[in-house]
């Protein structure tokens, strides 16, 4: 997350950058998987940085160089644009030391790694792909220092086409309403209203929704769309053992409690000709609690204000929702 | 000294906004407000402005095809969503 500000903004990093072809991805599946991408990713990162590493954890996220035959040309996990900027240019003297047949591919094991069956193939080409921002509100008294202070994050929600037509009401009567279903308002109570601000953190499980409604209400009509007003609450708790500190109690796991409470308000523009949003803007604003292993809340555990903005994501945004293996498509 | 209290009625003016508004209900006259501030300023996806591939098998695709090496950013979480 850090990296985000950090690292690619930095004008040496991005000169340099020109000279390769960038890709971000996300490395559990990578590292874990069995089809031919994620053993080529393997056989890249066992050369790498974190190369036969099992504690603290077995991860091998980080920045990898690598001539797309699959040997490395240079690796490493660090938010210093400097460090990294050095790790980009002894990359580009390994991959001109290489000759043709050390850099490529044979034609048929690119296509196989090519045709990896990904969580992307699931992108609701004609249905609604909404990108929810994750943000604390203002505090009267603010303690926390560095990143942590003003960090966001976001993830994405995806509804298929029927799924989005169901969040429209099927009316010409300006103030009608139509409660969304309520797999769908789970669905981002679930795992898109959750404290992923400073990192990331597990999806609440369906019993842990106290309470969620959402309902969208007609605003104005005519031949070619439907505005509509977008309100509701979500509260979401969540109580168990868990550790909440990164690697330092990750052997210690203690009693602890987490939660989100929220009131949700928008507008969407929906066309009637194609049956899809146009347009759609909704906040939702309210309180969080608790902390999780990786979420940076071990000393900020207190209730304090979070927020939530659910915009249509560009078409270009076909990240899958971090939680998309519990949709159950 | 006349822009120094400027400034500080402009800021107190911007905590007792903001205060106010931490105490009132979603509505549209609080919408605007909160939609803005929690939207990530152009600096704040200055990351995005890369031409990312968003998986690894394109990038390994594009950088066979066009001739140049893999840099991959690989994280806990998709770094263009949530990591």
Known sequence: MIARRSVWSDDRVKALLAEFIPAADEVHSLQSGKDPAALHFQKIAEQGHYAGRTKPTNTRQ???????????????NNNRPEQVAKMLEQALAKWRSLSDDERYLPSDQLKTISQARRWERLYPQDGLAIRVNSRDLPRDNPTIKGWRADAWNQDFLWLKRDEAIALCPQSNEVGAARPWPDAIARRLARLNLVDNVRGQIPAFADEDIEHVTITSTIESIDDASVTIRIDGRSRTVKKGRWSIDGFKDMDNPTEQERGIDV??????????????????????????????????????????????????????????????????? | ????????????????????????PLSDDTFRHWADYLRPSEAECAFQEIDWRLSFPDGIRDSQTLGKPLLLW??????????
């Open chain 1, 263 to 329: 009131e949700l308000f928008g507008h969407a523009v929906f066309d009637r000709s194609t049956q899809r949003f146009v347009e759609f803007e909704v906040v939702a604003i309210g309180t969080r609690w608790g902390a999780t292993q990786y979420n940076g809340r071990a000393d900020d555990r207190d209730p304090n204000g979070i927020g939530f903005l659910l915009s249509l994501a560009d078409d270009h945004e076909r990240v899958p929702p971090a939680s998309i293996w519990a949709y159950g498509w």
């Open chain 2, 1 to 24: 000294m006349k822009r120094r209290h400027r400034l500080a009625w402009s800021l107190l003016a911007a905590v007792v906004l903001v205060a106010g508004l931490r105490a009132q």
């Open chain 1, 62 to 76: 980080g920045i990898y160089a690598a001539a797309p035959s699959g040997i490395l040309l240079a690796s490493m």
């Open chain 2, 74 to 83: 690989a994280m806990n979480g998709h770094p263009m969503g949530c990591t």
